[in-house]
T-cell receptor
Framework: SQELEQSPQSLIVQEGKNLTINCTSS?????LYWYKQKYGEGLIFLMM?????EEKSHEKITAKLDEKKQQSSLHITASQPSHAGIYLC????????????FGSGTKLNVKP | EPEVTQTPSHQVTQMGQEVILRCVPI?????FYWYRQILGQKVEFLVS????????KSEIFDDQFSVERPDGSNFTLKIRSTKLEDSAMYFC????????????FGPGTRLTVT
C-alpha cells in the first residue's frame, strides 16, 4: 500500500524557474517532514509541518500543509543547480511519532 | 553544528554473517530510529527506540534484527544472519524527544551482502 504518494516522480526544470512537488496521503498527516537526499547520501532535513494550513519557508523553499492535513506541497522559487537532488516527504500517519512513512521521492534536475 | 554519525560507511559481508551497524546520535537527543533504503526504493522504517526500549518496529524488523544502546552515546543495529536481500543503505536518525520534532539523519551505512 502507498501511504504517501509523491508527484511528480521526476522533474527537469530550467534554472530560474519555479516548481512544486506534492505529497499526498489518504490518512491524516500528523507530522510532515521534507528532506533532500543526494544520490547515495543521507537525508538533509528541510522543514517540518504539523498544523493544518501551516506554511514554512527557508531561503527559496516553501512548504505548506493543507487544512485537512492530507496533502503537502514543496515549492522552490527561482530554482538553481544547487537545488538538484531527490526530495522526500516523510510523515507520521498514526499520531504516535513512533513510526514514519516516506514517499518514493521526486528527483529534481535543474538545467543551468 | 551537531550531527548524527554512522560507521562504517560501507560494509561488505557474506551471507549468514552477523553485522553490527553503529550510530552516534546527536548528544541531547532521546529518540532514535533505524531506516533502510534498498537501492532505487523508498526509505523504509525499521524501528524506533526510546528510554532503552523499542517503541515500534515494522514488519521488516524480524528476529534477525536487534537494536541496542550499549552506552550513553552509541546506538547499534545488529543483523544476526545476513541475507542477500538485506543489502541496502541503513540510516540512523535521532530527534530531541518523542513528538513532532525534527528527525536528523546520519549519512548512512551501505551494507552489501554477497
Amino acid at each position: 500500500s502507498q501511504e504517501l504518494e509523491q508527484s511528480p516522480q521526476s522533474l527537469i526544470v530550467q534554472e530560474g524557474k519555479n516548481l512544486t512537488i506534492n505529497c499526498t496521503s489518504s490518512k491524516t498527516l500528523y507530522g510532515l517532514y521534507w528532506y533532500k537526499q543526494k544520490y547515495g547520501e543521507g537525508l538533509i532535513f528541510l522543514m517540518m509541518l504539523q498544523k493544518g494550513g501551516e506554511e514554512k519557508s527557508h531561503e527559496k523553499i516553501t512548504a505548506k500543509l493543507d487544512e485537512k492535513k492530507q496533502q503537502s506541497s514543496l515549492h522552490i522559487t527561482a530554482s538553481q543547480p544547487s537545488h538538484a537532488g531527490i526530495y522526500l516527504c516523510g510523515a507520521d500517519i498514526e499520531n504516535n511519532f513512533n513510526k514514519f512513512y516516506f514517499g518514493s521521492g521526486t528527483k529534481l534536475n535543474v538545467k543551468p | 553544528e551537531p550531527e548524527v554519525t554512522q560507521t562504517p560507511s560501507h560494509q561488505v559481508t557474506q551471507m549468514g554473517q552477523e553485522v553490527i551497524l553503529r550510530c552516534v546520535p546527536i548528544s541531547n537527543h532521546l529518540y532514535f530510529y533505524w531506516y533502510r533504503q534498498i537501492l532505487g526504493q523508498k526509505v523504509e522504517f525499521l524501528v524506533s527506540f526510546y528510554n532503552n526500549e523499542i517503541s515500534e518496529k515494522s514488519e521488516i524488523f524480524d528476529d534477525q534484527f536487534s537494536v541496542e544502546r550499549p552506552d550513553g552515546s552509541n546506538f547499534t543495529l545488529k543483523i544476526r544472519s545476513t541475507k542477500l536481500e538485506d543489502s541496502a543503505m541503513y540510516f540512523c536518525a535521532s530527534s530531541r524527544a518523542r513528538g513532532p520534532y525534527e528527525q536528523y539523519f546520519g549519512p548512512g551505512t551501505r551494507l552489501t551482502v554477497t
